[in-house]
Each structure stands twice: as C-alpha cells, then as structure tokens.
C-alpha cells in the first residue's frame, strides 16, 4: 500500500521557471516529488498525485494510488446514441469533461460529464467518477445539483452522467466582481445569504455521512434567479454507519468498497486544503474537514485568495500543511474588513480540528448572528484594574460591555469618585462618540471584563445596510452636538 510520511517538510527553493524537485518517502524508498505550476509527481513511482491546472491556477489534487481490486460495475448504454446531444463545453476537470447538451427525449437542456480521453484507462479514476455521480444522485437537497443519469456512450463506451444545467456563474466570479466594486455592506450580505445556502448543502449531506472536502468558489454555481448549488462531489468521503439519528433515508450505496482509499492519499485542492488532507490523514478527515473548506470559502471573500495561496505549489503545500494561515487582514480585499466575519474565518480555518466550529450547523449560527448586526466592532478583553478610558483623554469610540463589570469614577480634589457601576448590556462614552469631546470620567475593569468597541467608521458599515435608520442616527448626533455646545452636558458620567 501507498503512503507518504506525513509531515515531511517541503521547504526546497523554487528554481525560476522550472519545476521544484525534492524528495519523500513512499515504500521506504526516497522518490523524486516534482513541483511545477499545476502538477505535483511522485517520479518513477505507481502512485501519482497531480494538480489539474488551467494555466498556472492550481486545481484538484488527487492520487490514484494502488488501482482498487474491484473493476468498474458494467452500466447500460443509452437507450439510442443520439439521445443526448452535446453543444458546447463548458469546462474541463481532473476526471472529466462537462457540455451543455440536449436530452432529445424529455426536451430540456442538461449538463453532460463525460470521462477525459485517458481517465478511463484507470480503474480507480473511473469508480471514482461512477461514485460522484451516484453520491450526488442520492443526496436529494435543494442545493445540491441532481443528477438525472448515469450511463456509458453507447457509440464509444465512454461513461458520463447528465445533470441539472445551471444558468449562472461560479461563487469565484461573483467574489471577482465584488472585490472590483468599493465595498458595500449590501451586496456582503447578499454573497453571504449563498453561503448560508452552502452550508445547508453540506449539513445536509453530513446528515447522510458524506464528506464534500474540495469545498472551495469554483465549486459553487449561483444561479441567475438566486439558486445556489454545490457542485463537483468528485472527491468525497463517505462515512460508514454516520447516520443522523432517526433519519429515515437509506444509506448512501457506491460502487467501490468500504475502506478502498488508502491512508496518504492527497485529495482536495492545494489553496483550501486543511492540515489533515495536506498531510494524507484520511482517518482524520470527516465532517470538520468541511467546516475548515467553508472557512477557506469565506477568506476568498473577504482577501481574494485562499487560505494557503503562495507562488508555487510546493509552498501553497507547506502552508497547507503547516500554517497557520495569515489573518485576512493582512491581505484585504477592500480597505477595511468587518472583524467579526474576519473572526468567524479564523476559528473554521484552525490547524487542529477541535478548535473549529463543531459543526457546519455551528459555522452557519455564526454567519447568521454576523448579520443580525455587530460584526464591525472590534471585540476586546481587559484585566480586573485596567482602565478601559481616562478622564481627560480623547474620545474616538463607544464601549458596549459583553461580559464582566467594570466602574466609572471621576477624580474630584484628587479624590475616586464612584459614580456607578456597569455590567453587560450597558454602553458608555456613547457621548465622546457623538460630540469627540474629551471623556469626563474614567471607566476601569472589576474583573475580566469584555467590551465591543464602536468606532464612527465600524457604526457607518453597521448603519449602512439600513438607511432610514442610518438616517435617523446622523440626525440625533447633530441634535446631541448642538446641545452639548449649548452646554447641556448630557451623559457627563458615563466615560
């Protein structure tokens, strides 16, 4: 059986325009493992992992390994060979060939994924795309693309699958189109509500003990009328006996046997690819390995790029492996970035499992409470004894206790002055805010204390996905400026 030695660093310098050549482990043998633009090789040896490319894009990863005992299961031809008739290509995958097509019995247009020239030759190749096609058929979800059939050319016995044809672009071209735009609150929470349709994609199909793990934009079709489907289950994980409970569907069935993926197989894409499919931890992938997928997901929106992105492949590899992956903050898509979606990434993109959300149902509440408002404040911790704001200092920003007590005071004749107490829920220095006049009293921490902080620029993004209510908040912090120029004095005592 194959394996690599997990963990084998991959840190040789690119040699410029050339593949990086280094060694691993595989058998107890050294072998050659070539790195170019949109391959990695495993030279002179059966097992192969490659990275279909288009360009220098690195694409899929796969291995096909020691080809599985068990042959391809025999399938029916089409009823006549001119029953579907292809149109025009619309791209081209590791394992195959998708076309519109025309299905000239039941009058509609389809997808057609026919198996590349050469893909055939190989056993596990061809169960693996028998197996995409029937795990996709039987996860029955309204955002999951059905597949109608499954067959072989009845003209050149090539195998392919028809399915739904979606009108509309890839989740990849919608970021692209929205990192070119200035940002606007509107349209992130527009992309999010298809990520949340994502996400119930994936729950759905976890319910049935299928694992997607190439989760990733190109694999996310948006419709023109606001479907959304996830596509390509070409590399899943099934999950024997992973059942939700008191679920009545029967148990998803696929050509090849339990257990036939070997230990060390390198499957997913290099960009969004998790520690344990880096690594080839097939025992160690499952459920979470998706959560960190739809975490990779939400870091091409708010950066452009996948968590692992690099210059080449060798070191999209070692990050993969390795990380821990760069804030998104460090490479934004716009100028500013909400914090709280950046925080939300973060936690999915975690190198050990257990520190991810424990579920996609969990990632999808997170997204949720995001956009219930909040999300553009920094979140930040403070000691029992830290002052929070200073009587006298500048006011740039409001405060709103999430946890914890804290006191405000005001020095009078050199003596602390307790004027109240504040515990979570409340606001203050919510005037310093409105007026930049300088704090009146000081705000200090009784125990561990934390507090959101809201900044003029984080409530204009908070304000601006609601524009009565934008509005109505510009008007009170005039009508408030006018009256503490008039010397009113209101909120003297909150910080």
Known sequence: ????????????????????????????????????????????????????????????????????????????????????????EIAIGGMGVVESAFDNVLLRRVARKTMRTGAADDPDV????????????QLDHPNIVP??????????????????LVDGETLSTVFRKLHEQAFSGLELERVLR????????????????????????DNIMVGSHGQVYVMD??????????KAPGDA???????????????????????????????GLTGAQGPLTDVYGLGAILYALLTGVGPNWA??????????????????????????????????????????????????????????????????????????????????????????????????????DGEKRVVRCLGPGEIFGEMGLLTRAPRTATVAALDEVT?????PEALEHELSHSGWLQVLVRALAVRFRELDQQGAGFGSSRG
Request: proline share 9%; hydrophobic share 40%.
């Open 249 to 279: 569907e029967p148990p998803i069935s696929v050509a090849r046997p339990s257990g036939a993926e070997e230990a060390g197989t390198l499957i997913g894409t290099v960009q969004y690819m998790s520690p344990e499919q880096a690594l």
């Open 147 to 164: 597949v109608h059939d499954l067959a072989a050319s009845a003209i050149d016995g090539k195998v392919f699958f028809t399915m739904k």
């Open 311 to 412: 210059t080449t492949a060798t070191e999209a590899l070692r990050i993969a492996r390795a990380g821990p992956v760069p804030a998104p903050d460090t490479r934004p898509a716009w100028p500013a970035l909400p914090p709280g979606l950046c925080r939300i990434a973060m936690k999915a993109l975690s190198v050990e499992p257990r520190h991810r959300h424990v579920s996609v149902e969990a990632l999808r509440q997170d997204v949720e409470s995001f956009l219930r408002g909040g999300g553009w404040f920094q979140v930040r911790s403070f000691a029992a004894g830290m002052l929070i704001v200073e009587e006298g200092a500048a006011a740039d920003a409001a405060f709103l206790v999430t946890h914890g007590n804290c006191e405000v005071y005001r020095k009078v």
């Open 1 to 88: 059986m194959s394996s690599f030695e997990n963990g084998v660093p991959l840190d040789s310098p690119p040699a410029p325009n050339a593949a990086d050549t280094e060694k691993t482990v595989i058998d107890g043998q050294q072998v050659p493992l070539t790195v170019g633009p949109g391959y990695l090789n495993l030279e002179g040896h059966p097992s192969t992992v490659r990275a279909q490319a288009r360009g220098a894009q690195v694409r899929t990863m796969r291995s096909s390994g020691t080809p599985a005992a068990a042959e391809p299961p025999p399938l029916p031809p089409t009823a006549t060979p001119e029953r579907i008739q292809s149109v025009t």
């Open 233 to 242: 289950w070409g590399v899943a994980l099934l999950l024997r006996d992973e």
């Open 194 to 217: 298809v990520f949340l349709k994502v996400c119930d994609a994936v729950s759905f199909a976890h319910s049935r003990g299928v694992v997607h793990r190439d989760l990733k934009p």
């Open 126 to 137: 061809t169960l693996r795309f028998i197996e995409e096609a029937q795990i996709t058929a």
């Open 451 to 455: 507090v959101m902080v809201i900044t």
